[in-house]
């Protein structure tokens, strides 16, 4: 189940407010501002319950105490809405007032819900039973299906709201039929009906919309987005999280609704940082609020979202504090989950111990009991890992006998076994068995890896596919053997460069399979927590997951897994002349695979922090130097200063490869933060022809691509607030013969018209990369930006793309060396070459260049070549350094 499902199944209401009325009437009207306004319904109920007292007018005495209940409620204070509202109880008892005593019962239910207390909850509700009827009681029988809806009784659950929904469409009661359709719609998302679900919720919303109840309507959008989520559809689920944070926010209530389904979905998208900052504020709002049953949940998805981006002391602490509330809470199916996430973390930030193997057995036993069948596994195969490390072979061996699975289970589990064989194979000693179990595990996941095209499906197997390859390249280089390391480099890339959708499929038959393997998914993670037995769903996930495969090999741009292991094999061949640098990371050490002229050699390197220092220190010089206002003497300074740092990242990364590449044209392939490098104005390179690409194989079929450019179809646009944009964009399109788009006509949706099919395209705009964000990393044109979002509905992306804008060749790199940017999107596309700038280049130098550039590219001259030709052209000012070191051509050249 969701981690956000309770605040999703709440219910709203607010209507006009006044004050002079009676007690009774002036506690009601509390009542129904509550959910809306709880900030009004707060100070109008304390008014009437001192004016009550007073009078010891006992019933509204009770209302007045059930509003400020619900009124806390909409605060998210969980704790005073209990003291409330069990005051109320007591009060209409004392009172002899059953109505009003039932009607608080059914409120504290709610409340206690929240709280983390389920039992305490439906012993409200059942007692509240007793005194209600009519519309009263289907009330009553909405909140039991909430209750129902939360321990995953679905099926009793959507009777419940059917039931109700009769009594309110009956009786006219508009409000709470909203609430129902709201309820039930998120059933039918639960079972796997996404279009009945948008249907209930969208007449919800309007309900909402016609009654002016904009919290209301605030948590519908939201709901909205959450089966948008389930769809696949990530730009339409965080338009309506927005949409819905936006209401809440103007309302000024507490903004940690949601918060968890939207830190889920950008995990999932691997936008690790804004993932980590939505739970992080989750957390802290709730803690300030009591909500015991969110906050801890919200924990436990901030333990994930810091594992996720490797700070593990977090992650350590996070995961704790989850786990001892969740066994508070007598939730031990959460709590199993929360520990296990413990144990992984302190592993991470702390290495192997004995206690850390014991830990591990022991969470490997509680996950299993719980249900947990994936989770258990991983954790019989971190205790192997500990345990190898230990030199405790038995105690590893022992664990990985746990690791048997079947031929129809799911791969991802079928890939935990092949982890498990290969951690075996080390055990006993046997390393080319240990390398064929990795290859076997690897393949498999290659063959699922388009078919798990859906974003939350592809995060089920992602971890496992690194970490198959990340102990493949650890091998790899342990036995210093070049052309194995480079094969270990691929496939720890292949994963992460594939582009991962962001919204459905157009494939209607393709779409509905992805959807029920969601919902089987979801279903299988619910039902672990519910303890029930999910064998038979597990079953049906691996059988969907073979048609999703057989259906996406024969559907077109299915087979990127196949072109990949080709690129790789005639990589010698493709190369000819030019030699090949592939670089990667290994405990802090830098090292680089060179393919030239037939012969691969590994290479070791110097410190990678090193290498890290001298690049800021390039780009920040680099910066200064593209600004107009710097004075000559600072200007002098920085051209210092990048070429001291340009020379010592010669001396790190390219002079003692200079015997294995001579003075060929290069193919590099960077690691981590030299993705962001100026590779031109490193000495060794300068004059020389290159291209950047994001792994060899996707060089491979880069160049390949690039065989087909015909340069016949030429789209060039120019966006605003750039002085020489528009000459920029006039002087290219003249060179091509082509009417540049400009002013108010280079609108977002003109200018991706224009793009797709092109076969070069030139923009000429402000660019930005959103390191938060990546995939809202944009161009900016007439009408506003267009982002990395927008790029993914190209049919077909140009051939040739020259992004003429500051920063728009950045991409944020992830685990796995994964790019997310405009150019890494690009690429995945389809595009073959993708000329942009990783630094800010002065604009007039900027439009030089560009000019040089496309006069040699119409020309006939290949990309890479057109660019070194333009780069020698631009001058020796000071700006002009910024400006040939800024633009790099990536893909093919």
């Not at 919309?209 to 709901?223: F, I, M, S, T």
């Not at 702390?350 to 036993?365: K, M, Q, V």
């Amino acid at each position: 189940m969701s981690t956000a499902l309770l605040p999703r199944l709440l219910s709203r209401d607010v209507r006009s407010e006044s004050t002079d009325l009676e007690p009774v009437a002036a506690a009601e009207r509390a009542i129904e501002l509550a959910p809306d306004s709880p900030r009004r319904a707060k100070v109008l109920a304390e008014e009437v319950l001192r004016t009550a007292q007073a009078a010891q007018d006992v019933e509204a005495m009770a209302i007045a105490e059930r509003a400020l209940g619900l009124a806390a409620l909409g605060l998210r204070d969980g704790d005073a809405a209990v003291l409330h509202l069990r005051r109320a109880v007591r009060v209409a008892e004392r009172a002899e007032l059953p109505l009003r005593a039932a009607e608080a019962r059914m409120s504290l239910g709610r409340a206690l819900l929240y709280t983390g207390d389920s039992r305490g909850a439906f012993r409200e509700i059942d007692a509240a039973g007793t005194a209600l009827s009519g519309v009263a009681g289907a009330r009553l029988q909405l909140q039991r299906a909430i209750l129902l809806h939360h321990h995953h009784r679905l099926d009793e659950a959507l009777d419940g709201y059917r039931g109700a929904l009769v009594v309110f469409r009956r009786h006219g009661d508009r409000l709470w039929e909203a609430r129902a359709l709201n309820n039930r719609g998120l059933v039918h998302a639960y079972r796997g009906s996404l279009t009945a679900a948008e249907e209930d919720l969208v007449a919800a919303a309007r309900i909402y919309a016609e009654l002016d109840l904009d919290l209301a309507l605030a948590e519908v959008e939201h709901n909205l987005g959450w089966v948008a989520a389930r769809r696949g559809d990530v730009p339409t689920a965080l338009d309506y999280y927005d949409r819905s944070q936006d209401r809440r926010r103007a309302q000024g209530v507490p903004l940690a609704y949601g918060m968890s389904d939207r830190c889920e979905l950008l995990l999932n998208v691997r936008l690790v940082v804004e993932a980590r900052a939505a739970a992080q504020q989750a957390v802290s709002e709730l803690a300030r609020g009591s909500m015991a049953l969110e906050i801890s949940e919200a924990r436990l998805m901030l333990a994930g979202a810091a594992l996720v981006g490797g700070d593990f002391q977090t992650a350590q602490v996070e995961a704790e504090a989850a786990a001892k509330a969740f066994a508070r809470q007598r939730r031990p199916r959460w709590t199993a989950l929360a520990r296990s996430a413990a144990l992984r973390a302190a592993f991470l930030e702390h290495g192997p111990s004995a206690e850390g193997l014991r830990a591990a057995r022991r969470s490997a036993t509680a996950l299993a009991s719980a249900g947990w069948t994936v989770a258990a596994l991983d954790a019989h195969l971190l205790a192997a890992r500990i345990a190898l490390a230990l030199g405790e072979t038995a105690a590893a061996r022992r664990a990985l006998e746990h690791v048997r699975v079947g031929p129809y289970d799911p791969v991802g589990v079928r890939v935990r076994a092949k982890h498990a064989s290969a951690l075996l194979a080390l055990a006993d000693g046997k390393r080319p068995r240990a390398y064929a179990a990795l290859r076997t595990g690897v393949r498999l996941l290659d063959d699922y890896r388009v078919a798990l095209g859906a974003t939350e499906l592809r995060a089920h197997v992602g971890e496992q596919a690194d970490e198959l390859a990340a102990l493949g390249l650890q091998l790899a280089l342990e036995d210093a053997e070049p052309a194995r390391v480079l094969a270990w480099q691929e496939e720890c890339r292949a994963g992460s460069l594939g582009l991962r959708p962001v919204r459905p499929p157009d494939n209607e038959e393709l779409a509905i399979e992805l959807a029920e393997l969601r919902r089987i998914v979801a279903d299988a993670q619910e039902g672990a927590f519910a303890g029930r037995d999910v064998g038979d769903l597990r079953r049906r996930q691996a059988k969907l997951e073979n048609s999703v495969r057989q259906r996406t090999r024969r559907a077109p741009g299915g087979i990127r897994a196949a072109a990949e292991g080709r690129a790789r094999a005639e990589l010698g061949d493709l190369l000819g002349e030019r030699a090949l640098i592939s670089y990667l990371e290994a405990e802090g050490r830098l090292h680089a695979v060179t393919v030239s002229g037939g012969d691969t050699r590994l290479h070791a390197l110097g410190a990678a922090a090193e290498a890290r220092d001298e690049l800021d220190a390039l780009r920040f010089a680099l910066r200064r130097l593209s600004r107009r206002t710097t004075a000559q003497a600072s200007q002098a300074a920085a051209s210092e200063a990048a070429s001291h740092a340009a020379g010592r990242l010669d001396d790190l990364l390219v002079r003692p490869l200079a015997a294995a590449i001579d003075e060929r044209p290069l193919v590099l392939v960077p690691t981590g933060a030299l993705h962001a490098m100026p590779w031109s104005i490193v000495p060794s390179l300068t004059g020389r022809p290159l291209v950047v690409a994001p792994s060899a194989a996707a060089w491979g079929e880069a160049e390949a691509r690039a065989g087909r450019v015909r340069r016949s179809r030429v789209t060039v646009a120019a966006g605003p607030g750039l002085p020489f944009a528009a000459v920029e964009a006039r002087t290219v399109g003249a060179q091509h013969g082509v009417a540049p788009l400009l002013a108010e006509a280079a609108t977002a949706k003109a200018v991706l018209t224009a793009l797709d099919g092109a076969d070069v395209a030139h923009l000429a705009a402000h660019g930005s990369f959103r390191a938060d964000n990546p995939l809202f990393s944009s161009i900016h044109l007439a009408d506003g930006p267009l982002t990395v979002y927008d790029l993914e509905s190209l049919d077909e992306a140009p051939t040739l793309c020259v992004l003429s804008a500051c920063d728009s060749g950045l991409s944020e790199v992830r685990a796995g060396d994964e790019l997310m940017g405009l150019t890494a999107t690009l690429l995945a596309l389809g595009s073959a070459t993708i000329v942009a700038s990783v630094v800010t280049v002065p604009d007039e130098m900027g439009t030089r260049l560009m000019t040089a550039f496309h006069r040699e590219l119409a020309a006939g001259v290949a990309p890479a070549q057109a660019l070194v030709r333009a780069q020698a052209e631009v001058g020796d000012e000071h700006e002009a350094v910024a400006a040939r070191a800024g633009f790099v051509c990536f893909g093919a050249g």
